[in-house]
Every structure is written in structure tokens, then in C-alpha cells.
């Protein structure tokens, strides 16, 4: 799912101090790796706007996936001169035909096959051709 994350941490000098400052998890930073394609810190008003761009970029890469940018809460509320950079005209990958039909073999010719969809089948709209390709193949789907 391409979901932007912000979220604060605490200032640059007590992260993963131990110290609990407002909210301070063991390594907030790492604990968001864990479910995220990506993510960074920013200390610094000036940086905000690189992350924010450079968490589109990986948001809407090859796989959509989340991302999460973490904000020093000394950064909020100041201001600094940055450059907002446009948006990227970079396209999705699509896939080339002998892939497709080299894919299609290898299924055709797979033995105990089952699909497991994820929720991209679902929010792509891909219901219909899901259930062609299961009855096609003769084999269960889950999720």
C-alpha cells in the first residue's frame, strides 16, 4: 500500500538515549524498517523536503510500499530555505511480453500450485482476472 508515514522523534542529541524524552521507543527508526519499504531521519528544517521527495520515490517504485519519514520535533515549527524539488516523471516497470508468456509456462507446468494473493489483487481491481487464472490453472487461491 503507498502510504506516506510522518511522524516526529525526539531532538537529534537524545535519540536512543534511554533518557524518555517525550516519546522515545528503543530505536523508533529501526522499529519503522521493520514495516516499511523505506525510511529516514530528518534533524533539520532544511531536509524535509529531500525526504519527502525521496519517500515518493521509493512509495511509488517498482512495488508501491509505505514509507516513513521521522522529523526531529526540534525541527517542527522552525523555518528554513529549502528548494521543493517537482515531482518525478519517472513511469512504472512493465513487464515484457516473453516474461509474461515465460511465466504463463512455468505455471502451466507446475505441479501443487496455489496462489497466495496479497491486497494488491484487491485494490488493483484484479478480482475478475484472479479467479480466471485460479480456474484456469485448476488451482485454490488464498489470501
Known sequence: MPILHLTTDVDPEFRNSGRGDIHEPKNQLKMF????AWNTFVPKPSGVS???YEAFEHMNSERLRTVDVE???TA???SDDVEIQSPSSKSRHVPVADTIAQ??????????LVILAGGGAVMGGAEVELIELAQTLGTPVTT
Open 76 to 78: 517542527l515549527g522552525k
Open 33 to 36: 524498517e521493520s514495516i516499511t
Open 71 to 73: 522529523i526531529a520535533t
Open 50 to 52: 529531500g525526504a519527502i
Open 103 to 112: 511465466a504463463a509456462r512455468l505455471l502451466a507446468a507446475a505441479e501443487r
